[in-house]
């Protein structure tokens, strides 16, 4: 069963771009986490496992724990061994989907004493204080969002740089494979290229070293956000 967080409830808000703005509601003691139907928060991405994680609340305390999934569980980019404290701004990643835990707004997350202070102070002091939430929410959606762009980069840097390294050793290997066919009378345009056949009369191996730069340069890239984005959240923890 899906379930959908209350305003009096405290649940996790999705966002990752592709599932942004689903809540998994956590009023119940035990809520599991996966993509099976069985599950009570269901998150539909190839990265979660079937059955992901699960979080439970005990005596006022909420904790998450990884049920030995493919991709992982992480707390604010740490991952989850054993039960892991939940508290409001918290960013849960469950694979590559990352979710901010958000606590029921309560009638006294913030009290005023009314005797001495006009109303109009007290109107800005409960103002102030929302700010500060919309402000940190914000900031944590910002990170995650980072961090998974970061990802992105990387892996798809990392494909570039494998089919990149594959077309440049197929050149070579071509080459290589042609040199016992070359002798002192063969004509020069039969002499086959040390980085192979030509695609567009550029040599395969060329294009395949420019493909596998490029795809170092977006590992690095990616590398670059995804510790940026840590750090942000390491230096914003209290």
Same mark, same amino acid.
């Not at 099976?36 to 006022?60: F, K, M, Q, W, Y």
């Not at 992480?74 to 469950?94: E, I, K, M």
């Given at each position: ?7 009096d ?12 703005g ?25 990265? #979660? ?31 989850v061994v054993?039960?892991?404290?939940l ?7 469950f ?30 002091a ?12 914000s ?34 290997v071509?080459?290589i ?6 002798d002192?009378?063969?004509p ?23 493909l ?14 995804? #510790? ?11």
């Amino acid at each position: 069963m899906r379930q959908f967080g209350t305003p009096d409830a405290p649940s996790l808000v999705v966002t990752t771009p592709r599932l942004r703005g689903v809540r998994v509601g956590l009023a119940a003691p035990r809520t599991t986490v996966g993509r099976n139907d069985d599950c009570d928060g269901i998150l539909d991405d190839p990265t #979660v496992s079937r059955r992901h994680a699960v979080i439970e609340l005990t005596g006022g305390a909420m904790t998450v724990r990884d049920l030995g999934s493919r991709n992982g569980t992480s707390v604010n980019g740490r991952p989850v061994v054993g039960a892991v404290g939940l508290h409001p701004g918290d960013v849960v990643s469950f694979g590559a989907v990352e979710a901010l835990v958000e606590m029921p707004t309560a009638t006294r997350g913030a009290e005023f004493h009314v005797r001495d202070q006009s109303a109009e102070q007290i109107h800005m002091a409960g103002r102030d204080y929302i700010n500060i939430r919309n402000e940190r929410a914000s900031f944590l959606a910002d990170v995650a969002a980072t961090k998974t762009r970061g990802r992105r980069l990387i892996v798809f840097g990392f494909l570039c740089f494998v089919i990149g390294f594959a077309m440049f050793g197929y050149g070579v290997v071509s080459f290589i494979v042609g040199i016992p066919g070359i002798d002192i009378d063969t004509p020069q345009p039969d002499v086959p290229s040390p980085f192979g056949p030509d695609v567009g009369g550029v040599p395969l191996g060329v294009i395949g070293f420019a493909l596998a730069g490029i795809g170092s340069v977006l590992i690095v890239a990616g590398i670059v956000l995804h #510790v940026s984005a840590a750090a942000r959240l390491r230096r914003a923890q209290p």
